[in-house]
């Protein structure tokens, strides 16, 4: 049987229930996969899922600074040469990066202790999601000799940063790299030679059975929407914020429910109260899988104005569970939400669309809602389940496996599923 580690920053974690859907999916698939993890954010989680899983999980910083040093001595006196020739292409791709060579040497210990594990364990390949330091401690932990990696790109930040985190060197180290959709294989494309784009493969982001086989809840008459996603700039609240400000003047009444949390929420709880809408803007803060679920049924659609984004799970989730969503064109969104036919593409940073499309929204016939809703779901199931995305993972870990047939189920238990985006 395929043994294989997936590496992450940080694991299991609110905004990541999509790897571990992933996980769940490879296992059904016959692979055994290890957890492992940079850093622990156990004080975070807020779903008996994620605690679960956080008891399979080892998280590398756990060994301490004397760990780190004594892996790091080991591996210099039992692999002189590919250390010596690791420490050099830690240096090399440290020297042009934002955070600077003593941190990539930070970098090259952590992978010492990642060598030990997979060593120990019996491991054939790391997988690491997302382009940035994660997929650093496993390029380094392959060029000290141990298994091969291959990774996820999920972006923004890694097109944004491309040259900093040394994205051509890593694409040209891996196995393979995986795109989340047509958007990121474009990017990945720019930011390699030609010889290796057949390296690149899209595997979808995909949800399971929970959303997918949610039994219908009509839409609902009341006047509401709900935004889910972490309280950042990028989410573009801030704009939202005025957008419900200037339906608020207008004499609409509506009520608008932030679920989730972050670096933001003190500038929106301001701003809320500075323009007098708290009879209209409802924030819940970190919220379980079910909660976020029942949160979106309970609207008539989603909305996440995004500035930057790869492909939002939270998108799919609500179109599964039949709600069109109000969101912008950015990245791979256009390649799932089809204007007017499951929902609505507004320009990013527009807060005059924005207020145009809300007003729309809540002014709506729910018939009308309801037909957007069926078409999406219909969408999200062909491109985004899990079980179909999980084989074409499995497929590419283990070339001489057979995919899973699209009927077959990878069941995933409600307490066991947890909502989360990015």
Same mark, same amino acid.
């Given at each position: 049987?395929?043994?294989?580690?997936?590496?992450?920053?940080?694991?299991?974690?609110?905004?990541?229930?999509?790897?571990?859907?992933?996980?769940?999916?490879?296992?059904?698939?016959?692979?055994?996969?290890?957890?492992?993890?940079?850093?622990?954010?156990?004080?975070?989680?807020?779903?008996?899922?994620?605690?679960?899983?956080?008891?399979?999980?080892?998280?590398?910083?756990?060994?301490?600074?004397?760990?780190?040093?004594?892996?790091?001595?080991?591996?210099?006196?039992?692999?002189?040469?590919?250390?010596?020739?690791?420490?050099?292409?830690?240096?090399?791709?440290?020297?042009?990066?934002?955070?600077?060579?003593?941190?990539?040497?930070?970098?090259?210990?952590?992978?010492?202790?990642?060598?030990?594990?997979?060593?120990?364990?019996?491991?054939?390949?790391?997988?690491?999601?997302?382009?940035?330091?994660?997929?650093?401690?496993?390029?380094?932990?392959?060029?000290?000799?141990?298994?091969?990696?291959?990774?996820?790109?999920?972006?923004?930040?890694?097109?944004?940063?491309?040259?900093?985190?040394?994205?051509?060197?890593?694409?040209?180290?891996?196995?393979?790299?995986?795109?989340?959709?047509?958007?990121?294989?474009?990017?990945?494309?720019?930011?390699?030679?030609?010889?290796?784009?057949?390296?690149?493969?899209?595997?979808?982001?995909?949800?399971?059975?929970?959303?997918?086989?949610?039994?219908?809840?009509?839409?609902? @008459?009341?006047?509401?929407?709900?935004?889910?996603?972490?309280?950042?700039?990028?989410?573009?609240?801030?704009?939202?914020?005025?957008?419900?400000?200037?339906?608020?003047?207008?004499?609409?009444?509506?009520?608008?429910?932030?679920?989730?949390?972050?670096?933001?929420?003190?500038?929106?709880?301001?701003?809320?109260?500075?323009?007098?809408?708290?009879?209209?803007?409802?924030?819940?803060?970190?919220?379980?899988?079910?909660?976020?679920?029942?949160?979106?049924?309970?609207?008539?659609?989603?909305?996440?104005?995004?500035?930057?984004?790869?492909?939002?799970?939270?998108?799919?989730?609500?179109?599964?569970?039949?709600?069109?969503?109000?969101?912008?064109?950015?990245?791979?969104?256009?390649?799932?939400?089809?204007? @007017?036919?499951?929902?609505?593409?507004?320009?990013?940073?527009?807060? @005059?669309?924005?207020?145009?499309?809300?007003?729309?929204?809540?002014?709506?016939?729910?018939?009308?809602?309801?037909?957007?809703?069926?078409?999406?779901?219909?969408?999200?199931?062909?491109?985004?389940?899990?079980?179909?995305?999980?084989?074409?993972?499995?497929?590419?870990?283990?070339?001489?496996?057979?995919?899973?047939?699209?009927?077959?189920?990878?069941?995933?238990?409600?307490?066991?599923?947890?909502?989360?985006?990015?």
């Amino acid at each position: 049987m395929t043994q294989i580690a997936y590496l992450v920053n940080q694991y299991p974690k609110v905004s990541h229930s999509f790897i571990r859907r992933e996980i769940i999916g490879l296992e059904a698939c016959g692979i055994r996969v290890a957890r492992f993890a940079i850093r622990n954010c156990a004080s975070e989680l807020v779903d008996e899922a994620d605690q679960l899983e956080l008891k399979k999980t080892r998280f590398i910083l756990d060994v301490g600074i004397a760990g780190l040093l004594f892996n790091l001595l080991r591996t210099a006196i039992s692999k002189p040469v590919n250390f010596l020739s690791s420490l050099w292409l830690t240096l090399k791709i440290g020297w042009g990066s934002e955070r600077g060579i003593l941190l990539h040497l930070a970098y090259l210990a952590e992978a010492c202790v990642l060598l030990s594990w997979c060593l120990d364990s019996g491991i054939d390949r790391v997988h690491a999601h997302f382009g940035t330091n994660s997929t650093t401690v496993a390029m380094l932990c392959h060029s000290l000799g141990g298994p091969s990696y291959s990774f996820t790109v999920h972006g923004p930040e890694e097109f944004d940063k491309a040259k900093q985190i040394a994205l051509e060197e890593k694409i040209q180290r891996a196995s393979f790299v995986v795109a989340i959709g047509s958007f990121g294989k474009s990017q990945l494309y720019r930011w390699c030679n030609y010889q290796h784009w057949s390296k690149i493969h899209v595997v979808h982001c995909g949800i399971d059975q929970m959303f997918l086989k949610q039994p219908h809840t009509p839409v609902p @008459e009341c006047p509401r929407l709900v935004c889910v996603g972490r309280l950042s700039e990028q989410k573009g609240h801030l704009l939202l914020i005025e957008a419900a400000s200037q339906l608020a003047t207008e004499g609409l009444q509506f009520k608008l429910v932030l679920v989730g949390d972050g670096e933001l929420r003190p500038q929106i709880e301001n701003m809320v109260a500075k323009l007098g809408l708290q009879n209209y803007i409802e924030i819940t803060g970190w919220a379980s899988n079910g909660e976020v679920k029942q949160q979106i049924l309970d609207s008539r659609a989603m909305v996440l104005p995004s500035f930057a984004e790869g492909l939002p799970v939270v998108i799919m989730e609500a179109l599964a569970l039949g709600r069109p969503v109000i969101t912008t064109y950015v990245a791979g969104i256009p390649e799932l939400v089809k204007q @007017e036919h499951c929902g609505w593409l507004v320009p990013p940073g527009s807060v @005059e669309a924005l207020t145009s499309v809300m007003r729309e929204v809540l002014q709506l016939p729910v018939a009308e809602l309801e037909q957007m809703g069926k078409v999406g779901a219909e969408r999200v199931g062909q491109r985004h389940d899990i079980t179909i995305e999980a084989s074409k993972l499995a497929a590419l870990f283990q070339p001489d496996l057979h995919s899973l047939p699209e009927k077959t189920t990878i069941n995933i238990s409600p307490k066991n599923s947890q909502y989360v985006e990015v």
